[in-house]
């Protein structure tokens, strides 16, 4: 089983950066496909991005697309989401999810959930 946490959220003005991390533990994130998704209050969780061992990857929400990017970190066995150019829209509480199988888009495709960091982007 692994075990996930996320950390680096925060309240940044709108225009700035973030760089969240998902923490793995128990296994090694290349046994996954991973995912970050977001939940705003009164809304649908979402997929921000997914991405696999393999290089695969895929952003869900249009309007991230430019300004996220997923990266990892090897020796930290670490997920990262780098967040630029940030808008009041994108606050929300992020989760770093993993399941085993290819990259998917559902929520509920997604066996491990972290608890999640909250992002608050200011005007």
């Known amino acids: 089983q692994v075990h996930l946490v996320e950390s680096g959220g925060g309240l940044v003005q709108a225009g700035g950066s973030l760089r969240l991390s998902c923490a793995a533990s128990?296994?090694?994130?290349?046994?996954?496909?991973m995912a970050w998704f977001r939940q705003a209050p009164g809304k649908a969780r979402e997929l921000v991005g997914a991405?696999?061992?393999?290089?695969?990857?895929?952003y869900g929400v249009d309007s991230v697309r430019g300004r996220f990017t997923i990266s990892r970190d090897n020796a930290e066995n670490t997920l990262i989401l780098h967040m630029n150019f940030l808008k009041p829209e994108d606050t929300a509480v992020y989760h770093c999810?993993?399941?085993?199988?290819?990259?998917?888009?559902?929520?509920?495709?997604?066996?491990?959930w972290g608890q999640g960091t909250q992002v608050t982007v200011s005007t």
């Open positions: 999810a993993a399941r085993r199988g290819p990259l998917a888009t559902a929520p509920g495709d997604y066996t491990h």
């Open positions: 128990g296994r090694s994130i290349s046994d996954y496909a």
């Open positions: 991405w696999n061992w393999a290089g695969n990857e895929l």
